[in-house]
């Protein structure tokens, strides 16, 4: 489409140089510039966009959006906004065609359970006889098509050509983690979402929100939009489990329809009303408007209880059969990193998982409990630069749960390991009792050798914290590392 056209967007944008070209591209990294591109200059943290443009020029940006007085070079187009961020959300749907807007979306929002119910729902649409598109924390799918990530949710334009490569795929229903850091920037701007599901609100990225009551403010907004009156497709849900103590906020931010789903509340729409946790899976009964489902599932403990009951909501929402909700959810196995069994025929058991807030350490925790025959080995970290009030408890509940903890490092990013660990610890002494062992192990190669090398038969060994995660984030460099790769090494060397 022509420059004129997009600028036609931007009612308060200043134009200097050429408006009839032809835009081929909308890009805010300089790096992926290609000619006829239209380049959008965001200012950053760390880096901004403005000091770019050279290089975007030398590419074949033939325009640039900026914020603030800059020389452009050559015969560049200037298009001068008050926030390049908001020219950003405005224009760039509009130039990919509102892909949002053709495809069935539903958006997973929540601090635990986002990636577990959202593979739960893609298996079940599947089943249905359903094309299904992820976008979330592991990676991007586009039926079988598989895309690396770089955020749970990706920035606008990123987002919106994925959506628009969905389209061209024919794909018809797009299961979407929403993290709360997109809500709050409106990475998801264009999109039109048909159900939202909420799956449970505790503390995390306060780093971020600064309260809590930010926090919950950024989640709620998935579900005024999906009650919003600009709505152009109808048969919009709320999805929300009623057990969650912000149930009640998140209920009141919609304005559509509703499926409630709970364990202990008895008002839900949903409920498991008989649950058998075991090591090797789990059996519920699911009451709801059609009778009982009985379901033998693969995956096991309670927090897998509700990401269920949440992915049979939104399957319900859109009308699948309640029998090709059972089959799908029986055949499910597992979804990387979200605890996931390392079996090398040792005499222990080893689970890796994500779990890197204090609830979901404690969701994985007593689950092991309830599994565990002997002793439970606890390895796990706090990430650097990131939400430092949770250090303690996270270190809390690993003394509480834990017979041993070993507390490492997680991804440190520009902290030091050390400093990270000493407020871990603080919950720790909190928490310890004298017939606990307790260790600081910064190097985490060498701490998931410690607890193998200390596991004895029957016991548990829990790596927590990186999950499906291949990497490592230093201060000077990012390194590969895989906790599951790392434990099936020592495992191997150690039982020869």
Not at 91 to 98: A, C, K, L, Q, S
Not at 277 to 286: E, K, L, N, Y
Not at 373 to 386: A, E, K, S, T
Request: charged share 25%; with cysteine; aromatic share 6%.
């Amino acid at each position: 489409m022509t420059l004129d056209e997009i600028v036609g967007l931007l009612p308060d944008a200043v134009v200097d140089g050429e408006k009839l070209q032809t835009i081929r591209n909308i890009v805010c990294d300089s790096r992926q510039v290609t000619e006829g591109t239209l380049f959008i200059c965001l200012p950053g943290v760390k880096t901004d966009g403005h000091d770019y443009i050279g290089q975007a020029f030398q590419a074949g940006a033939v325009a640039a959006v900026v914020e603030r007085e800059v020389q452009l070079p050559g015969n560049m187009t200037r298009i001068k906004v008050a926030d390049t961020r908001k020219a950003m959300q405005a224009i760039v749907p509009y130039f990919f065609g509102f892909p949002g807007r053709k495809l069935r979306m539903i958006g997973v929002t929540g601090t635990n359970g986002k990636t577990t119910t959202t593979y739960l729902l893609r298996d079940i649409l599947r089943c249905a006889g359903y094309k299904v598109g992820v976008i979330g924390t592991i990676q991007t799918l586009i039926a079988e098509r598989v895309l690396p990530v770089k955020n749970t949710t990706p920035d606008v334009v990123e987002l919106q050509s994925i959506l628009a490569q969905m389209v061209d795929a024919d794909i018809d229903y797009v299961v979407m983690e929403v993290s709360s850091h997109a809500l709050a920037l409106n990475r998801i701007a264009g999109c039109e979402f048909d159900v939202g599901i909420f799956t449970n609100m505790t503390q995390d990225h306060l780093d971020f929100h600064g309260t809590f009551e930010n926090y919950l403010k950024a989640k709620a907004r998935l579900f005024q939009l999906l009650s919003s009156t600009d709505s152009l497709k109808a048969g919009k849900t709320a999805v929300v489990n009623l057990d969650d103590a912000a149930a009640g906020a998140i209920l009141q931010s919609s304005h559509c329809p509703t499926i409630t789903y709970a364990v202990k509340e008895t008002a839900a729409d949903l409920q498991a009303v008989r649950t058998d946790i075991r090591a090797s899976g789990s059996s519920i009964t699911v009451q709801g408007p059609f009778g009982h489902l009985d379901i033998k599932l693969q995956i096991t403990g309670m927090f897998n209880v509700y990401n269920v009951l949440g992915a049979v909501g939104a399957a319900l929402a859109e009308k699948v059969r309640p029998e090709i909700i059972q089959k799908a959810l029986e055949q499910f196995k597992s979804v990387p990193g979200r605890f996931e069994l390392v079996d090398e025929g040792q005499p222990y058991s080893v689970i890796v998982d994500y779990a890197h807030t204090p609830d979901g350490l404690e969701n994985i925790l007593k689950t092991a409990q309830q599994i565990a025959q002997r002793r439970i080995i606890v390895v796990f970290g706090c990430g650097g630069d990131r939400d430092r009030t949770k250090r303690p408890i996270m270190g809390g509940l690993a003394a509480e749960y834990g017979d041993v903890v070993l507390a490492t490092s997680d991804n440190p990013r520009s902290e030091d390991p050390y400093a990270i660990l000493d407020e871990i610890e603080v919950g720790i002494k909190n928490k310890l009792q004298s017939d606990k062992i307790y260790e600081k192990i910064p190097d985490r190669r060498q701490a998931i050798k410690r607890a193998l090398e200390l596991a004895q038969k029957d016991d548990i060994v829990v790596i927590a914290g990186k999950g499906h995660e291949t990497y490592q984030i230093l201060k000077d460099q990012t390194i590969h590392f895989d906790d599951r790769e790392i434990a099936r090494k020592y495992i191997r060397e150690m039982i020869g």
